[in-house]
Structures are given as structure tokens and as C-alpha cells.
């Protein structure tokens, strides 16, 4: 018997019922994969003990495109299940996109708004998969993050490029758009350079080597020169002189984007450092909150 006659399906209220008729126990993991993207959102593992039994995992398959079973023990995967339609495509509203450079405050953008309800697509997994499609000049995946039910806010790499907000207002321009920016560019490049421990040999960025991508399933993926697609995009014209040559870019797409959005109305600057920057912005989207001020997150990494 091959691995997939092991299983049967059957929607019942809008939830697989899965069946197991194999002859011996079987523990795996049931993972849901994102539409467009492949990687896994959800994971819940469960044993199969008999043949006949059947169990319905409480699985949010909304954005999702199929479901994988793989054994636990070694992450092999035995078979995919197309998610129907009626099940993955639900409507989705309006998103909110920070489009202000990585360590312009974004974390403490999207730490306030995940606090008052907002739903965050993973950082890591936009520069394992979004990030370096984005590199290589492909937007696909971009959208298919953008469109899914799931998440409706998005921060850093690659939403935060110089010129990506372009195009993604050419697919989505009813969603909202905000700049988020530091009290002093100087400031945001000497974090820039910490964070990111920047270092220059022979005339060359030296960037860290790797990030690791874990996922539900206890999988993990590393990809090596993530920052890639961040440095190149920023287009540093003198390293010998790296500190003034990021105050430039970081000067340069606020201009940018300032120039872009001007008069359209789903667009606002946020000044993180600012008392009572996050009461203006929640008052500006119509939210109810109570908090004045944005939290400082990474304060001690800059």
C-alpha cells in the first residue's frame, strides 16, 4: 500500500476528518503550507494507533494551499492533500504596511499594533522566502503574503526596500501605508552598522553569514546571506565611508516616500521616538487605545 492510500479526507464544517488505514501505529505531523509560498503555518501532531481511526485537526486553513503529513521522527514527508478552495480563500481586507527602513523603529511599530489586534506575517520566513524572490526581481510571493487571510501587517525585508512600496501600491492601493522614522538619521545608521554588525575589509561589506528559519513541524531551514537583498537594494556607494554613505539612504527613501505618497490618504509618518506618536497614529486609523507612546523594542541592541 503506498502512502497515500494510507488516508482518507472528508470536509465536515469546514474541518478535515482524516482517516488512517494503515496496520501499524503511526505518529506524524499535520501541517498546513501558505498559498504561493509553500512553507508551513500551522502544525499539530497526532498518533494513529489503528486502522480506522479517524481524527479532525483544528487547523485554520485560511490562506492555506495544502496540507502535509510527514512522520515525525524524521520529517519525511508522505504525502500532500490539496486544501479545497472554499476552505483557503476567504475574504481579505485592508493591510497595513511599514514601510520604513529595518531599524527605524519597525519592531516597535509592530509590537503595538500585534497588541491591539494585528496579525503579523513571520520576519524570518519573509527573508527565507519573500526577501530573496523579491532579489532576484520576482514579486510573486510578495502578493501572495499581501493577499493572504491571515496577515494584515507586514514590516522589514523586504516590504521596507527602497521602491518595493512602488509596486505594491500599483497591485494594493487601498492599503495603508506608514513611514516609520528615528528622531536622527545618524542614529539609525550607527544602529544599522551594530544590529547588523557591519564590518568593511578591502573595500567590501563583510555581512553575518546566516539565518535560521524554524517552523511548527520542528523542522528548520538556514539561509546563508540573508542580508543580501537588504544591503544591495540600499546601494552603498562608499564603504570607506559607510556611516555617511547609510545616512544617504536612509535620507534618500524618506524623501522618497514622502514624494510618492504625498496627498494620497492612506499614508502616514510615524515618528516612533515621539510622546504620544501611538495615540496619533490609532486616533488617525480609528482604533480605540489607551497608550500614548510606542514601546522601544531592541533598545539594548542599538
Not at 37 to 58: E, M, Q
Amino acid at each position: 500500500m503506498n502512502w497515500f492510500e494510507l488516508f482518507s479526507f472528508q470536509v465536515i464544517n469546514n474541518r478535515y476528518k482524516i482517516t488512517y488505514w494503515g496496520d501499524k501505529p503511526l505518529e506524524v505531523n499535520i501541517s498546513t503550507r501558505l498559498i504561493g509560498l509553500d512553507s508551513i503555518h500551522d502544525t499539530i501532531r497526532y498518533t494513529f494507533k489503528y486502522s480506522g481511526i479517524w481524527f479532525i485537526p483544528n487547523l485554520d486553513y485560511r490562506g492555506c494551499s495544502y496540507i502535509s503529513i510527514s512522520l515525525v521522527e524524521n520529517n519525511l514527508v508522505l504525502l500532500d492533500k490539496l486544501i479545497d478552495k472554499k476552505l483557503s480563500l476567504t475574504a481579505k481586507g485592508q493591510n497595513v504596511i511599514c514601510i520604513g527602513l529595518n531599524k527605524s523603529g519597525t519592531s516597535s511599530f509592530t509590537t503595538a499594533l500585534e497588541t491591539l489586534g494585528y496579525r503579523k506575517f513571520s520576519e524570518n520566513q519573509q527573508f527565507q522566502f519573500v526577501s530573496t524572490a523579491v532579489y532576484h526581481n520576482d514579486f510573486g510571493k510578495v502578493f501572495s503574503v499581501l493577499n493572504n487571510p491571515q496577515y494584515n501587517l507586514f514590516n522589514d525585508t523586504p516590504f521596507s526596500l527602497p521602491n518595493v512600496f512602488k509596486k505594491i501600491y500599483e497591485q494594493r492601493p487601498n492599503d495603508i501605508f506608514i513611514l516609520t522614522l528615528r528622531n536622527d538619521a545618524e542614529k539609525w545608521a550607527r544602529s544599522v552598522i551594530n544590529f547588523y554588525e557591519l564590518n568593511v575589509e578591502d573595500g567590501s561589506l563583510k555581512l553575518p553569514s546566516y539565518i535560521e528559519t524554524k517552523f511548527t513541524n520542528n523542522s528548520q531551514r538556514f539561509l546563508l546571506d540573508y542580508l543580501t537583498p537588504m544591503i544591495d537594494s540600499w546601494d552603498v556607494k562608499d564603504t570607506n565611508n559607510l556611516l555617511q554613505s547609510l545616512v544617504e539612504v536612509y535620507e534618500t527613501h524618506a524623501k522618497d516616500c514622502i514624494a510618492f505618497f504625498k496627498n494620497k490618504p492612506n499614508f502616514f509618518i510615524v515618528e516612533i521616538e515621539k510622546k504620544g506618536e501611538l495615540k496619533k497614529l490609532t486616533d488617525w486609523l480609528n482604533i480605540e487605545n489607551q497608550d500614548l507612546d510606542f514601546p522601544w523594542i531592541n533598545k539594548n541592541l542599538n
